[in-house]
């Protein structure tokens, strides 16, 4: 992050007073791969086009912003255009890459209401993808009342959707064409936490399409910061998605801003298969740089255990008490905790999670109660003063956990304090969670107004030398390269959900990587070797659609900085063959590759741990077994190798079979093949060394 | 500060309806020296004496409080009273002992008035000592305009005094009789900043006498919290001193405060002769402990330098331009940094603090601005990136300084981004400074405001993991015990007047611990071996008035764990044969010995380095010359010491022959004595390590 070259070339090609009214303007990415056109559409709106390759991806598509004193959606002129380039490479503080370069071509237009009322419209052309904004000058406040930004695809895609919801952002995607959105028609086995569909045919972002030439598109957003969230309305006769943007309390504001404003980047990413949107970096280059110098060698992924996968399974319990007498089944207290501080200390994990720490849980759910937790006030048999020493004496951190029931006046009041806490008792990591009706009542879950408290804890904790980790935030758009103490966050439909829903089916764990970890990493929480719910409950049917194998893998395919080894330390001492894998597995990257992909079938990935020479691969599939040959072209030649393969067992499958892992080490060389054959829900990691 | 024993018993004896109107309830201390009566005055109001061994201390004296509500200061009735007895030791984070125990007697009064409205009065009798404290009962909020109380002395007794100022602690002490207190006639060279002296005739607290027996009597406060500092008007006839608070912007009010709500502690501290004064552990036993649990190893005595005489004495500006033009002369750039950090991690300092960082500077005095500093912008030719990691390669840490020009709010409002800043560039120090008239205006520097202002600071800063060195707060009244990040402050006539004034006379630092230092470290700022001002800048005719003997024995008579080497490096690496004692002497102490000491002639005290079998010796005089004689019965028996002896050279003396030290090594055993001979003006100081 501290080493960066920085080119920007900015001319400006269109000043004064020209006629700019039926001209196009043409910008194309440094490649000349990625052709932008910008017109103004008969009756004054600002339009666009993209053409890749000679193939367009989106034909001329409407842009616009409405404010309460000025409409900038119709009625418009062109008045000045720049343009320029952008040439720079940034270090990562953590990532799948240890550098990226941020290399895009720029175009600023300029355009003037009739009553000569100003708005900008900033394009960066990538060899991968186009960005643009919207940017209001001034020093008052602006009203925006409606965004006007149209995608008009060019023909009936296959899309991987997740329904438009204000609330939740942990739906399954389903996969149909553009004119079969339809969130009546959506799975939605269980209810996510207070759901709000305000219009069955809109979607989230990122959403992701495939061209029949086979070319990838996704539309995603960028830098989210002082708006709500892009959500996208469906054309399904014209294949074409208009912003649908998550409102205010008040149903006709979409925000309320200081200006001079800009809204978040909206994004086109454009690659030629499936894989390429895996390592398009469009995203990440579109947020700022952290705004504040200084040291961040506090910043560390990490992997971690902790208190949580045996309250989903109903082994233990957040509450303490029912009726004012304690049960015996909280799960966090002192001699447990400690259990799990022995294991990590034992087997090299970093952190040791515990929810249900503190009281309040009795009756924290959907209560709409102003205030739920207090963040300092530990349940009579947590001793935290006991556990602080003695995790520091196994030098293991205790990661916080602050559940704010949604009740979010409440927890910005208790930030300073709740921060100063984890200080105290050595802790510099929190995970947080939202779950419940939004306060302050009316706001929506992905509004203006909690979008900015989520940047503000990012920022809060920042400043605190404190890692976050947010479930249940607004799904992220890349910034976690502004704040790199934003480890990771759920915002998705995670592994807890196999503990007591009808699950994620095996495609899942290979969507969400091409569509909600475009934005950012997902704390998935995966490891989970026993994968049967009965064996903790034998009244619970509930299975994970997953081989062991297959949860190996996850530490690979499933990018984040932060991973817990989630199951009970017993089901992992029972196995400690297969343990070993995520006992090595590393959490930060040099490179990555992906080595081949199809959304929803299949997905093989490689990486290279940060700074070493040693590479690990993940590949899963979905309920079909399959065998993927992959070239292990990505070593060094004239090295050697050792890998430990991690492969499903004979007859493993994720019904019926799903223990089976087969482990053996083989040596390899640059060029060599493998064949990697894939249980049906199954999956295969490997861990390369350089011998 | 773990570590605790506790033992309360409270009997209630008097409990009922019992006439207590014309009896005297006693309470003794427990080993039954001083003894406290407690009755009512003819009129109602409750009144205290004190004996000690026999002979009065305090003859019969007036208590009472007067709020809007009630008059609680005459016209009542004794209705219960409590005693009970607490008994139980204590361990320090730091200090000048390990551990302290805490033992009293107590006697809780309860009065009504007429209308039923009650308060009560507890007292507190140690073996040297007699606290009280009111207490107001309720949940609504009081407002109170008088405070009664009444310190009634028995002859006109020698008096160290300060002049009662709401706005400056920076006065010398004037030594006369009660009855000869006058302010217009005090030494005040120099105006301190901002002085305002309401009444000529009172003083500030702590105030100390000598008895004819020689008996020492210190009148203070402790912690000090949610009221004003207490000061006290003297009735030069009777010999009386009477509760004179500092009120808040309306004249008319002391305090405002929540219900319940008890005042600071009213401390007589009484000791047989002067040197029992600094070992009187009172003032600490009554402030409350850290109402935080967690760890404090972040918490560390320590040694600094830093870019600070250098201005002083002219060499350097604080700030860096006049007239938009940077002018050359500023101190706090990135190479001189440098320098100094080089400095400390060559001679083994913690710290480098640097004043004159932020940008402000260049009008920053008595401007009465509501923005003067920003505390996260420096200065152009302050690099903090550079210079942080710099300090980091060495192990040093820089001292964050937090001048507030007094723009109290301003300072409030960006407290949280700043103490992150500091942390950011791996700072956990910071000195802050009020100098100027107080913001908000018209409330006083020692007024409730302000002291909720300086224990937020020590608060918010302890949340932070920040040590804070308070330069202009209110004086200190032993709050380190509640908040041990605050680790000293100035509040006091420190060594910087000697770079700009008349100086401070020899004796004024044989004052200061038995006066200023009862309530808490001072950071006066010793070792300065270039005493000549003219060294500096010849039309400079200051002297500092002191050989540099006595100021290496500073640091032992002037206690802090926060100790600067105040010279300028240059000064040090000429005199590396005396510097040493400042690298060897520690900041933090097993035990306390006053060897002998008369306030304002002489003092020596001896103190073993803590966890060590180390001790040190720091011993001064006036502009007398005198030889002391001590014998070393405190080392261990049957163990073998070296001592090395900075003594005055031949014919020091602070007025014309400042520098010569004379330094040699003998072997030393329990029970030998050393005749110490101390130049007018000089010291000596000695480090006796274990063989």
Redesign the interface.
């Known amino acids: 992050m501290n080493i960066r070259t920085f080119t920007l070339t900015l001319a400006c090609l269109g000043a004064g007073f020209m006629a700019f009214a039926q001209q196009k303007i043409t910008q194309t990415s440094p490649d000349k791969s990625i052709v932008l056109e910008v017109e103004t559409t008969k009756d004054g709106a600002p339009a666009y086009s993209i053409t890749h390759q000679g193939t367009k991806i989106l034909a001329l598509s409407r842009l616009g912003l409405v404010t309460r004193e000025a409409n900038y959606a119709s009625g418009m002129k062109l008045d000045t255009f720049y343009t320029g380039t952008q040439d720079y490479t940034w270090q990562t503080v953590w990532g799948e890459e240890e550098s990226i370069r941020d290399h895009h071509n720029l175009l600023k237009t300029i355009w003037k209401t009739s009553k000569g009322q100003s708005i900008a419209i900033q394009f960066r052309v990538f060899n991968n993808a186009v960005g643009f904004r919207y940017e209001l000058p001034g020093d008052s406040t602006v009203v925006i009342l409606d965004e006007k930004t149209e995608f008009a695809l060019t023909a009936d895609h296959t899309t991987w959707w997740a329904p438009s919801d204000w609330d939740s952002n942990e739906h399954t995607y389903s996969n149909t064409k553009i004119s079969q959105i339809d969130a009546t028609k959506h799975l939605t086995d269980i209810e996510p936490f207070n759901q709000f569909i305000p219009d069955v045919r809109a979607v989230q972002t990122p959403v992701v399409m495939k061209m029949a030439n086979g070319v990838h598109v996704a539309i995603a957003e960028a830098a989210l910061v002082d708006y709500g969230a892009l959500h996208l309305k469906a054309d399904r006769e014209k294949f074409r998605f208009s912003a649908f943007v998550v409102p205010t309390a008040d149903s006709t504001v979409k925000s309320v801003n200081k200006l001079p404003f800009h809204t978040p980047w909206r994004t086109v990413l454009i690659n030629a298969n499936a894989g390429g949107l895996l390592t398009n970096r469009t995203i990440l280059n579109l947020n700022e740089p952290c705004p504040?110098?200084?040291?961040v060698s506090w910043i560390k992924p990490q992997k971690y255990v902790g208190i949580w996968w045996e309250m989903h399974v109903g082994k233990g319990s957040w509450d303490y008490q029912k009726d004012g007498v304690p049960h015996g089944k909280h799960a966090a207290n002192t001699q447990n905790v400690k259990k799990y501080i022995d294991f990590a200390a034992k087997y090299g994990f970093d952190g040791v999670l515990v929810e249900g720490w503190n009281k309040g849980w009795e009756a924290w759910f959907n209560t709409m109660k102003p205030e739920v937790f207090d963040f300092t006030d530990p349940y009579p048999d947590y001793n935290?003063?006991e556990l602080?020493a003695y995790a520091?004496s196994k030098k293991v951190r205790i990661i916080m956990h602050h559940e704010t029931s949604a009740a979010v006046p409440s927890y910005e009041r208790q930030m300073?304090?709740a921060y100063?806490?984890m200080?105290?008792?050595?802790m510099n990591s929190v995970k947080t969670g939202y779950v419940g009706y939004i306060q302050p009542k009316g706001e929506w879950h992905d509004g203006q107004r909690m979008v900015n408290h989520f940047n503000e804890v990012a920022r809060r904790t920042?400043?605190?030398?404190i890692m976050v980790d947010m479930h249940e935030p607004v799904r992220p758009s890349g910034l976690h390269r502004t704040w790199p103490n934003y480890m990771a966050s759920e915002a998705a439909r995670g592994m807890e959900y196999n503990a007591w829903s009808k699950g994620n089916a095996p495609s899942h764990v290979i969507t969400l990587p091409f569509t909600r970890l475009l934005g950012g990493p997902m704390d998935y929480t995966p490891g989970i070797f026993e994968t049967r719910m009965n064996t903790y409950d034998p009244k619970k049917k509930e299975i994970i659609q997953s081989t062991v194998a297959n949860q190996l893998a996850l530490y690979v395919t499933m990018y984040s900085p932060l991973q817990m080894a989630a199951d009970l330390p017993e089901n992992y001492e029972k196995r400690l063959d297969a343990f070993q894998f995520i006992r090595d597995v590393p959490v930060d990257w040099s490179e990555t590759r992906v080595l081949n992909a199809e959304i929803g079938d299949f997905l093989t990935v490689a990486r290279r741990e940060r700074g070493k020479n040693n590479w690990f691969i993940g590949s899963i599939t979905d309920e079909t077994a399959r065998t993927l040959d992959i070239t292990l072209d990505f070593l060094q030649a004239g090295k050697k190798y050792e890998a430990t393969i991690y492969a499903d067992g004979k007859n493993a499958h994720y019904q019926d079979n799903p223990y089976p892992v087969e482990i053996r080490k083989v040596q390899v060389t640059k060029g060599n093949k493998l064949a990697l054959k894939l249980a049906a829900g199954g999956g295969c990691a490997i861990a390369i060394r350089q011998l």
């Open positions: 504040l110098e200084g040291d935290m003063s602080a520091k300073d304090d100063a806490y200080r105290r008792f050595g920042y400043l605190n030398q």
